[in-house]
């Protein structure tokens, strides 16, 4: 949900950050520093659920993407979820039934689905997220035959074959060689690998949320093989090419919409869940009562809601 819970740590158990598809996940320094500001000038106010869906709204807007308004009000979750992390976050190796089908259980359609994997049009995949299918693709130490040869070649030049990556060992069932072979770290440097404007480097508009990706798919240039896989089935290979043969419009509306739909994921709001002032829950504790102290003030929260520039769903007095 969209909770913030995967800001949550705890000393005595597993949480959400350290589960494995989340272990790449950077920018948590940036919704830190949002929100020592936001505290400063509002304190005890603003949710980093609310920091996580504006911030991730603002830098699609940056990034060249659509618009679209989010609601602000909501709560904090109290609770981490590092299995349904690990269980329920597709994985890179995914076939194109299990991706949609995880989408599923939150509530996602298969368009709705495709139009979310459209945010790969920005950012980089890490080499270790393609070495499988490069240098041991199934097993079979061979690569993607799906993969066309002179993109292959472009690939394997920019992540060289890497031992540790692509070793077979306990690789038995469908779903292992990804996790087993290299369980990700976060200290990693994982700054090389490579972006979609580089699969298809014909196409100019580089940095914005267009149709590059789509049009990558349709020319077998995907980097994830869960990427690729949206070509595997009729249903979801008719929203590729519908996404990829126009201006970019019709992608650009559906994913404002689909990522305003994420953005209101099982929120918490009223009196459910809390509003975090500190990432690490042991300190979040021992300062909810001054939080809730200071959410009294209605005068201060009107203000501050002034500041944020969106339309408040809840408010933090009750
Ligand atoms: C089947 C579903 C998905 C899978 C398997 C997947 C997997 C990945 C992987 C492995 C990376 C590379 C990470 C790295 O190298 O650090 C990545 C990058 C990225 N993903 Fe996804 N992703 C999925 C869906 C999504 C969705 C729904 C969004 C957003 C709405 C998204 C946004 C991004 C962005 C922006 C990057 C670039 C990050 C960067 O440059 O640092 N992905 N994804």
């Known amino acids: 949900g969209c909770d913030a819970s995967l800001l949550l740590e705890d000393r005595n158990s597993s949480y959400e950050k350290q589960a494995i598809p989340n272990l790449t996940l950077k920018g948590f320094d940036k919704i830190d520093l949002i929100k020592e500001e936001v505290e400063q000038e509002c304190p005890g106010v603003v949710s980093c659920a609310d920091i996580i869906a504006l911030a991730a709204r603002d830098a699609v807007l ?11 009000g909501r709560r904090d979750s109290r609770q981490s979820y590092f299995q349904e992390a690990t269980d329920q976050i597709p994985r890179p190796d995914d076939n194109v039934t299990r991706t949609l089908q995880l989408f599923n259980l939150r509530g996602f359609n298969a368009r709705e689905t495709v139009s979310l994997l459209g945010a790969h049009n920005i950012g980089n995949i890490g080499c270790d997220f393609i070495q499988q299918r490069l240098y041991n ?5 061979q690569p993607d035959p799906s993969i066309p040869l002179d993109f292959l070649a472009d690939m394997k030049r920019n992540c060289p074959p890497d031992n540790k990556n692509t070793s077979t060992n306990n690789s038995t069932n469908e779903f292992s060689t990804f996790t087993i072979s290299k369980p990700m770290n976060v ?7 490579m972006s979609y404007t580089q699969a298809l480097s014909s196409i100019s508009s580089g940095k914005s949320l267009d149709t590059h990706y789509y ?3 349709l020319q077998g240039r995907g980097l994830l093989f869960s990427d690729q896989q949206l070509m595997a089935q009729e249903k979801t290979a008719r929203l590729v090419s519908a996404y990829a043969s126009d201006d970019g419009s019709t992608f650009r509306m559906d994913f404002a919409a689909v990522m ?8 918490l709001t009223g009196n459910q869940g809390e ?3 500190e990432e690490n829950a042991e300190e979040m504790n021992r300062h909810s009562v001054f939080l809730h102290v200071l959410a009294d003030s209605i005068r201060r929260t009107s203000w ?5 520039h969106d339309e408040v769903v809840s408010t933090v007095s009750s």
């Open 304 to 308: 501050c809601r002034l500041i944020m």
């Open 62 to 72: 940056l990034a060249g993407g659509p618009f679209y308004p989010v609601l602000t």
């Open 215 to 217: 049009q990558s798919l």
């Open 137 to 141: 693709f199934q097993g079979t130490r």
């Open 260 to 267: 305003l739909k994420l953005s209101n994921l099982d929120v």
């Open 275 to 277: 509003l975090q002032i």
């Open 187 to 193: 200290h990693d440097s994982n700054k090389k690998g």
